[in-house]
């Protein structure tokens, strides 16, 4: 089934991207689009923490700099299992800002996979977007800053 539910899938599968976005898509079918972002995150924390995960909500992201750390204010709006970043969104379009901004946080932190979900979509799956930080392509070209150009070039709605 596309739909993948945490309560039903092997632990290293709960913990993958696909896993989160079948929670986000049988949250989204429940309660359809365009409600407070806030509402979606808390609903999508609450079923990936029922399903066995870590999820920490509105986490600071401190940068540091010569040995020197900061709290700027960056906040990601989840963090599943120390590894996974997610960005909720509700917007009726998809923005190139909004892929910048996860992969700036995925570089700030170190990790290396993040979720772009813009419940705004009336399709989800179509609002979604996987951002790998230091993806590289497999044709030997140039390494790419991030994964906008994979997400570009393969429309990512595959969920890994």
């Known amino acids: 089934s596309a739909l993948v539910t945490l309560s039903s899938t092997t632990t290293r599968s709960r913990t993958s991207a696909s896993g989160i976005i079948g929670e986000a898509i049988r949250i989204h079918r429940r309660l359809g689009t365009r409600i407070f972002e806030a509402a979606y995150e808390e609903f999508l924390a609450l079923a990936l923490t029922q399903a066995g995960l870590s999820v920490k909500r509105q986490w600071v992201l401190p940068v540091t700099f010569d040995g020197h750390t900061v709290p700027v204010g960056y906040r990601l709006d989840l963090?599943?299992?120390e590894r996974v970043v997610v960005?909720?969104?509700?917007?009726?379009?998809?923005h190139?800002?909004?892929?910048r901004q996860l992969l700036t946080y995925l570089r700030l932190g170190g990790y290396r996979t993040g979720l772009l979900i813009n419940f705004g979509f009336d399709r989800l799956i179509d609002g979604v977007q996987r951002?790998?930080?230091?993806?590289?392509?497999?044709?030997?070209?140039?390494?790419?800053?991030?994964?906008?150009?994979?997400?570009?070039?393969?429309?990512?709605r595959r969920a890994r």
């Not at 190139?96 to 892929?99: E, K, L, N, W």
């Not at 044709?139 to 790419?144: H, I, P």
């Open 131 to 156: 951002i790998v930080n230091g993806y590289e392509p497999v044709d030997g070209r140039e390494r790419v800053a991030g994964s906008l150009e994979e997400t570009r070039r393969h429309g990512d």
């Open 79 to 81: 963090l599943v299992n």
């Open 96 to 99: 190139d800002a909004h892929a």
């Open 87 to 94: 960005e909720i969104k509700c917007s009726e379009r998809a």
